[in-house]
């Protein structure tokens, strides 16, 4: 099995699982390969350090370090970029999450609904749905707050 460091060209790192690196080209040439958070196929692979299964028995004993040649561990930049992104991915999905919870979905007629809770004709509630950018221009026009939320392709469909 491979596991394998990948990253959407919009920045989100995430991790695929692989029977090998063919599978993985297999796979990514068929276009069966997207970023779990914004569903972009255009996928790279990102360097990552080769895990190496040793026995203890197999190490060499580790060289004694004197204090004046002793180093304290660093971590390396892309491992705390890795890191960041992962929090900043798992912080994302719970936004996501709370606004499929606390919104109702009203589709494709999310610029008419909005319209009618805005003028008083329905009562106001939280709403989400789909609009072309031609019709959120025009939201903002007439002074409705909209906010644009890419939906990760993981909570598109039915959630559970």
Excluded at 22 to 27: E, G, T
Excluded at 138 to 150: C, D, F, K, Q, T
Aim: hydrophobic share 40%.
């Amino acid at each position: 099995m491979k596991v394998l460091d990948l990253q959407c060209q919009h920045g989100h790192a995430f991790e695929g699982w692989f029977g090998s690196e063919s599978d993985f080209q297999s796979q990514l040439s068929s276009g069966l390969v997207a970023c779990p958070l914004c569903g972009d196929h255009q996928v790279a692979k990102l360097l990552s350090a080769p895990r190496l299964n040793l026995s203890t028995s197999l190490r060499d004993p580790a060289p004694a370090v004197s204090e004046s040649t002793a180093v304290a561990p660093v971590e390396a930049a892309d491992d705390q970029h890795s890191s960041t992104m992962a929090q900043l991915n798992q912080n994302w999905m719970k936004v996501v999450q709370h606004v499929l919870q606390n919104t109702e979905d009203v589709g494709s007629g999310f610029a008419e609904e909005a319209r009618k809770i805005h003028y008083g004709e329905k009562p106001e509630r939280n709403i989400r749905g789909q609009v072309t950018a031609t019709e959120s221009q025009a939201l903002h026009e007439e002074g409705i707050a909209v906010v644009s939320l890419p939906m990760p392709a993981a909570f598109k469909g039915s959630v559970h």
